[in-house]
């Protein structure tokens, strides 16, 4: 959960929320986390989507963007010189394992989901080696908060804000307006017929994966600042953006926006009224309810 986010709520039970005020600050609190939560989720709805299988790993990707900014930080550079090269970095490290072992496992999708899982066990203890067990926070580029009046809106959470919506709409008119998003929805729609078109799938598949990586890197950088780093930290992550994508609907790129931001606000919302152990509970039982209910999602693409 973001620091932020439980602070206001130990603020609550201290009684200093009581002022209308003091909530906007706390729902900044929960729109950052919810655009952290939302490119966590497009990168995995977009190989779900691609490939038909969920990469295991992808909660691991968050943890090695979140990794390149402490280690590069520790080293001298700026912390934001380090959220730059984390999803270039993650970005090559997808390609490198799509490359070599997962690719190899595409006709098997339970067998890709397997092989990714052994992945993630093998990158987070790697990491957990080098951090030791231990929890490290990274400075914020922006540090302060804007005061309007009497409210303090933190600048940090505002740009992670202002960030995620402009990767989003570069997200979608990358995969609507240009030749490689054509290429890839033609592969999901019909990958016999786009590589009878002369579309190398294999490639499509790589660059998306990369792409997918990308995003969960950036997401790991943005959020080091407001999230402390450990060798876990990728789990929940994946988890919830698991739940988020099938909530959404695999297929759909509004859907992967949609899933991400009910399960992120739920999730950074309510332990705020109630304890986060509960909290959980319940944004699985809601999320569950709607699947029973809409089994494709709530704006699956409704392919046959």
């Known amino acids: 959960m973001i620091l932020g986010i439980r602070n206001a709520k130990e603020a609550r039970c201290q009684g200093e929320l009581r002022d209308p005020m003091s909530f906007v600050p706390f729902l900044f609190d929960v729109l950052a986390y919810s655009a952290i939560f939302v490119l966590v989720v497009l990168g995995l709805g977009v ?32 912390s934001w010189v380090g959220m730059i090269t984390a999803p270039f970095a993650v970005a090559m490290v997808g390609l490198l394992l799509e490359r070599l072992a997962i690719q190899r496992f595409y006709a098997t999708p339970i067998v890709a989901m397997l092989g990714t899982y052994a992945i993630a066990m093998a990158l987070r203890e790697a990491v957990r080696a080098l951090l030791g067990g231990r929890f490290y926070n990274v400075d ?50 019909n990958p016999a017929l786009a590589r009878a078109s002369g579309i190398s799938t294999s490639r499509v598949y790589a660059a998306t994966f990369t792409f997918g990586a990308a995003l969960a890197g950036l997401a790991g950088g943005l959020m080091v600042p407001i999230y402390s780093i450990s060798a876990d930290m990728g789990v929940p992550f994946l988890i919830k953006s698991f739940l988020a994508v099938m909530l959404g609907g695999v297929g759909s790129f509004e859907g992967s926006i949609v899933g991400a931001a009910l399960v992120g606000a739920t999730s950074a919302a309510l332990p705020w009224a109630i304890k986060p152990v509960v909290a959980d509970l319940l944004v699985f039982v809601i999320a569950i309810v709607i699947v029973k209910f809409r089994p494709q999602g709530l704006l699956s693409l409704g392919r046959r």
């Open 140 to 189: 914020a580029p922006l540090v302060g908060a804007f005061v309007l009046g009497e409210l303090s809106i933190s600048k940090w959470r505002t740009v992670i804000i202002i960030i995620t919506v402009i990767v989003m709409v570069l997200s979608w008119l990358l995969l609507t307006r240009t030749k490689f998003g054509l290429q890839v929805r033609a592969s999901l729609e």
């Open 47 to 78: 190989i779900a989507s691609m490939m038909g299988i969920f990469n295991f790993a992808h909660g691991e990707f968050v943890l090695l963007g979140a990794y390149t900014v402490y280690v590069l930080q520790q080293t001298g550079v700026p």
